[in-house]
C-alpha cells in the first residue's frame, strides 16, 4: 500500500464549477500538508501549505485537513480553464527531509 | 521569490553515457533535493543533501550519484545512462527544517531521454 493515494482522474469539470481533490494517507506522523499544481512541461509550484489539522483559505481554494480520518483535501471555487493542470498532494512529517507525494490528479476546466 | 534553476529542460543521450544535471538555488536554502516523476508514478526522491558535501540517499538512489560542492548547487550523476533513466528530473530545494521556511520549491524540470 502506498502512503499517500490519490485518484489519477482525469477530472473534466465545466467553468463555473466546484473542484474537490481529495487524497487519503496512511502515516500518523504527517504534520505538514502541501498542495501542488504542475502544468505540463512544467515543475509543481506550491499552491497550499498547511500544518496540522483544519481548514485554509487562499482566494479561490480551500485546503482542508482531518488527520482523525487521515484525509486531506483542496476545494477550487468557481474554476478556470487557466486551473486546468495536475494537482499533487505531498505530505511530511514533524523533523522529517522527506516529501512525499501523491500521484496527481489531472484536472481539465472546460470554457 | 525562490528561484531554483535547472541547467537544462530537455537532454538526450545515449546508452552507457555519463550524464550530468545540474541544479543551482538562489536563496540560501540548506536542503536540495532531485526527484524523478514518471507517469503513473509521481515523484519518487533519489536523492537529498542538507548541507554542503552531506547526501543521503532517498527511496531510489540505484544508478544515481550527486555532488554538492557549493550550498547554491547540488547535481545529479547518471553515471551510465540506460533506458530505464528516461524520465522527468525534478530538483528542488527547502529551507531549514522545523522552521517556516521549510517549504518546498521546485526547478522546472529536465525531461531526459536515454536512447
Known amino acids: 500500500q502506498k502512503e499517500v493515494e490519490q485518484d489519477p482522474g482525469p477530472l473534466s469539470v465545466p467553468e463555473g464549477a466546484i473542484v474537490s481533490l481529495n487524497c487519503t494517507y496512511s502515516n500518523s506522523a504527517f504534520q505538514y500538508f502541501m498542495w501542488y499544481r504542475q502544468y505540463s512541461r512544467k515543475g509543481p509550484e506550491l499552491l497550499m501549505y498547511t500544518y496540522s489539522s483544519g481548514n485554509k483559505e487562499d482566494g479561490r481554494f480551500t485546503a482542508q485537513v482531518d488527520k482523525s480520518s487521515k484525509y486531506i483535501s483542496l476545494f477550487i471555487r468557481d474554476s478556470q480553464p487557466s486551473d486546468s493542470a495536475t494537482y499533487l498532494c505531498?505530505?511530511?512529517?514533524?523533523?522529517?527531509?522527506?516529501?512525499?507525494f501523491g500521484a496527481g490528479t489531472r484536472l481539465f476546466v472546460k470554457a | 521569490d525562490v528561484k531554483v534553476t535547472q541547467s537544462s529542460r530537455y537532454l538526450v543521450k545515449r546508452t552507457g553515457e555519463k550524464v550530468f544535471l545540474e541544479c543551482v538555488q538562489d536563496m540560501d536554502h540548506e536542503n536540495m533535493f532531485w526527484y524523478r516523476q514518471d507517469p503513473g508514478l509521481g515523484l519518487r526522491l533519489i536523492y537529498f543533501s542538507y548541507d554542503v558535501k552531506m547526501k543521503e540517499k532517498g527511496d531510489i538512489p540505484e544508478g544515481y550519484s550527486v555532488s554538492r560542492e557549493k550550498k547554491e548547487r547540488f547535481s545529479l550523476i547518471l553515471e551510465s545512462a540506460s533506458t530505464n533513466q528516461t524520465s522527468m528530473y525534478l530538483c528542488?530545494?527547502?529551507?531549514?527544517?522545523?522552521?517556516?521556511?521549510?517549504?518546498?520549491?521546485f526547478g522546472s524540470g529536465t525531461q531526459l531521454s536515454v536512447l
Open positions: 505531498a505530505m511530511r512529517r514533524t523533523g522529517g527531509f522527506k516529501t512525499i
Open positions: 528542488a530545494s527547502s529551507g531549514i527544517t522545523g522552521t517556516t521556511n521549510e517549504k518546498l520549491f
